[in-house]
């Protein structure tokens, strides 16, 4: 894969295809922590078991290119929330990543130095989105969703709804940051940004956010902090030994 770097205020995002055969998927576990794999046989689900894995795997892989260290060599700390960082050799790297993936598409944010959160999530037209809406929301955000012609509402749902989980996931809150706290823009023609986070006004000021180029069928977001960033884009697949396509 050779070796990967990052420049100052840059942002490199993987977008890591997880559909693979079994045999691929074996070989993926050899490169994951006896913790890892452990999680990764509690999903009931044989493919959320791969999913999990090819995921993971292809995280090592590439994080591992960044750091100078073979995949199986990372070692990984859990904030309060269980977001990760890098520990052991690359604690003080400055590497910050983040990993999320839905269905068979994960993606990988990773900077050198800053904090950041990313979310994908499979656009389901069955979803009630609505429903779901009224019961997270901010009430302003529910507004603007009832406003958008229903044909365009799941898009629009899962438009916010990524915006949302990126900036909690920014943050390392989970459940703790109640998604009706702090409010997104989303709609057709309107900017992605935060737009008021109701205990601290400076939070706006803080993070930036974006919206992520996935795959047709998802939505895609970013929170990290700063502003004025570069994207860039990679590809690869959640077996391992795969290569990792150019930038």
């Known amino acids: 894969m050779g070796s990967l770097t990052l420049a100052e205020n840059q942002i490199d995002i993987w977008r890591i295809h997880l559909a693979g055969h079994n045999g691929g998927v074996?070989?993926?576990?050899?490169?994951?922590?006896p913790d890892e794999i452990q999680r990764a046989d509690r999903f009931y689900l044989e493919t959320h078991r791969r999913r999990f894995t090819a995921s993971r795997s292809a995280m090592r892989q590439i994080l591992g290119c960044y750091g100078g260290l073979a995949p199986e060599k990372l070692t990984f700390s859990y904030g309060p929330r269980g977001k990760p960082e890098l520990s052991g050799k690359l604690e003080q790297s400055g590497i910050r990543f983040n990993l999320s993936?839905?269905?068979?598409?994960?993606?990988?944010?990773v900077a050198q130095g800053l904090t950041l959160g990313v979310d994908i999530e499979f656009i389901n037209s069955e979803f009630a989105v609505e429903e779901v809406?009224?019961?997270?929301?901010?009430?302003?955000?529910?507004?603007?969703?009832?406003?958008?012609?229903?044909?365009?509402?799941?898009?629009?749902?899962?438009?916010?709804?990524?915006?949302?989980?990126?900036?909690?996931?920014a943050l390392g809150g989970g459940l703790s940051v109640p998604l009706d706290s702090f409010e997104v823009a989303f709609g057709s023609g309107i900017p992605t940004a935060l737009l008021q986070?109701?205990?601290?006004?400076g939070e706006l000021m803080r993070?930036?956010?974006?919206?992520?180029?996935?795959?047709?069928?998802?939505r895609a977001a970013l929170?990290?902090?700063?502003?004025?960033?570069q994207l860039r884009y990679g590809r690869t697949s959640g077996s391992a030994g795969s290569e990792i396509g150019a930038k």
């Open 101 to 109: 993936h839905s269905n068979d598409v994960a993606l990988l944010a």
């Open 197 to 201: 986070v109701s205990d601290d006004p």
């Open 207 to 218: 993070w930036s956010l974006y919206d992520i180029d996935a795959v047709e069928g998802y």
């Open 26 to 33: 074996q070989h993926c576990r050899l490169l994951l922590s």
């Open 133 to 169: 809406a009224e019961r997270f929301f901010s009430p302003s955000e529910v507004r603007r969703l009832q406003a958008v012609p229903p044909c365009e509402k799941p898009d629009a749902f899962f438009a916010c709804w990524t915006r949302k989980e990126a900036y909690i996931k």
């Open 223 to 229: 929170a990290v902090e700063g502003k004025g960033h």
